[in-house]
């Protein structure tokens, strides 16, 4: 694989930016991979285990002479970091992010960045329950879709360019305009996610209730919704206040829906129930048929994804 950035630079290294290190070096997509962590026992870790080239001590050095910056932070530091690094950024570098918020990202970004530097965020979908440097693995992207958003870059070669790192990692790639990307995320992402976190709260009220007997005899429905609502607390937290009004939206008409099965259940109305559940039965066959996911009872989660 060709060489697409001299030096990339990771701000944060979490589970995104570890596995984009290993794929990047999986793949000899940069000179160099230099990264950052706001924790000095996270640092120390990337630091034994040669997640990078090099760790730094402060964003702003990892960031000064980099050709790529990828800010890895949750979308409330984004800011913070983006004021650090401004001083030191080289004309011609390309500052991305891998947020699931992009319009709250590009207003908490944008403007600190000096002329000459081009901001293309991104959000690559992909992603598993844990979190850390050592949770990462160069596989996370592959066949999974990241979607690139050049709202504010109107030059064409560099959005290629970053299109192609993370091709060149395993991505399918799309573009959306920042708007459109927080609507469709609020559906298939945040408002999952925040009905599984519901879900688990309830059950958690119920298990006091029961002697925990909620939680002792789980079953998959159950299962699946702690492993996604085991997520980092932190970086869903900003996700939520940041892409507040889609997630609302998606919020109403969910319970719209489900005051329309509560009538059915209460009415007895089994047929309503059977042509609701057929209709969203194909939604989920057309995941799979997508290659998003498997038939498989694990959801086609390997070994690795485990980790």
């Not at 001083?87 to 590009?106: F, N, Q, W």
């Not at 085991?230 to 996700?239: L, Q």
């Amino acid at each position: 694989m060709t060489q697409i950035y001299n030096r990339i630079a990771l701000i944060g290294l979490g589970l995104i930016a570890s596995s984009m290190a290993h794929a990047i070096k999986r793949a000899g997509l940069a000179g160099e991979v230099v990264g950052y962590a706001r924790s000095n026992e996270t640092r120390t870790i990337a630091r034994d285990m040669g997640l990078c080239d090099r760790i730094y001590d402060t964003a702003a050095e990892a960031a000064e002479g980099s050709d790529l910056v990828v800010l890895c932070v949750p979308v409330g530091a984004m800011e913070s970091v983006a004021i650090e690094i401004a001083p030191v950024l080289k004309a011609g570098t390309t500052v991305s992010d891998v947020g699931s918020v992009k319009r709250a990202v590009i207003d908490a970004v944008a403007p600190h960045l000096p002329a000459g530097v081009h901001f293309v965020p991104a959000h690559p979908l992909a992603g598993t329950e844990h979190s850390g440097p050592t949770s990462g693995f160069a596989e996370l992207f592959d066949g999974r879709w990241c979607i690139v958003v050049p709202d504010l870059c109107d030059d064409e070669a560099v959005v290629k360019k970053l299109e192609d790192l993370w091709r060149a990692m395993g991505s399918n790639v799309d573009t959306m305009d920042a708007d459109h990307h927080d609507l469709v995320l609020a559906v298939t992402s945040h408002t999952p996610h925040l009905i599984a976190y519901t879900m688990v709260g309830v059950a958690d009220d119920l298990g006091r209730v029961t002697d925990s007997e909620v939680i002792k005899y789980s079953a998959a429905g159950f299962r699946d919704f702690t492993r996604i609502a085991a997520s980092d607390p932190t970086m869903w937290r900003d996700v939520f206040l940041n892409n507040k009004d889609a997630t609302l939206e998606i919020l109403g008409r969910f319970t719209e829906e489900l005051f329309v099965l509560q009538r059915a259940i209460r009415e007895g109305n089994g047929a309503h129930l059977h042509d609701y559940f057929t209709r969203t039965r194909s939604i989920r066959r057309s995941i799979i048929e997508a290659g998003q996911d498997t038939a498989a009872p694990n959801f086609g989660r390997v070994q690795s994804d485990t980790k």
